[in-house]
């Protein structure tokens, strides 16, 4: 973003809630947002189908992952606890001022989430490896990796 607003480079691909301030400040422009749908924060952004970017949409995701095998008892109050939080009126309202959007209720499950990395997963990954995106650590092992969903490889 410091390279951006200083013109050392003239684009970059950011989530909403980094760049939001620039933007209403402006001191970058924000040319199109990578959802399906105009950013509640930002209705004066188009969409990147508008700009004219068909089906480019990349969205942000977060979630609370909990180790396999975690009683079901205790994924289910922690998801409550995530809810309550996330509809709290003053949470809610600091996250939009972020430029970060809701989703709704039904949406807020362990189901929902995990069906939504599963999708993000089956779209993202077919690009990742023919592309042969890696991450190289240590100079010893390689890691190809997609929207934090890593898998380990050891070279030999």
Not at 27 to 37: C, L, P, Q
Not at 38 to 51: F, G, K, M
Request: aromatic content about 4%.
């Amino acid at each position: 973003m410091n390279d951006l607003v200083a013109g050392q480079i003239d684009l970059i691909v950011d989530q909403l809630s980094n760049s939001i301030n620039q933007v209403r400040a402006g001191t970058i422009r924000g040319y199109a947002v990578t959802d399906s749908k105009r950013a509640e924060s930002a209705t004066d952004i188009p969409t990147a189908d508008e700009a004219g970017l068909p089906g480019f949409h990349m969205t942000l995701g977060s979630g609370i992952w909990v180790p396999k095998g975690t009683p079901k008892e205790i994924v289910t109050k922690l998801n409550a606890a995530a809810v309550e939080a996330l509809n709290d009126p003053s949470v809610r309202k600091q996250l939009e001022n972020l430029g970060l959007q809701m989703p709704p209720n039904d949406q807020l499950t362990p189901q929902a989430l995990g069906d939504w990395q599963k999708a993000e997963i089956a779209k993202w990954w077919p690009m990742i490896k023919a592309a042969n995106v890696r991450v190289e650590l240590n100079g010893r092992s390689s890691v190809t990796a997609c929207s934090g969903i890593t898998s380990n490889r050891t070279r030999g």
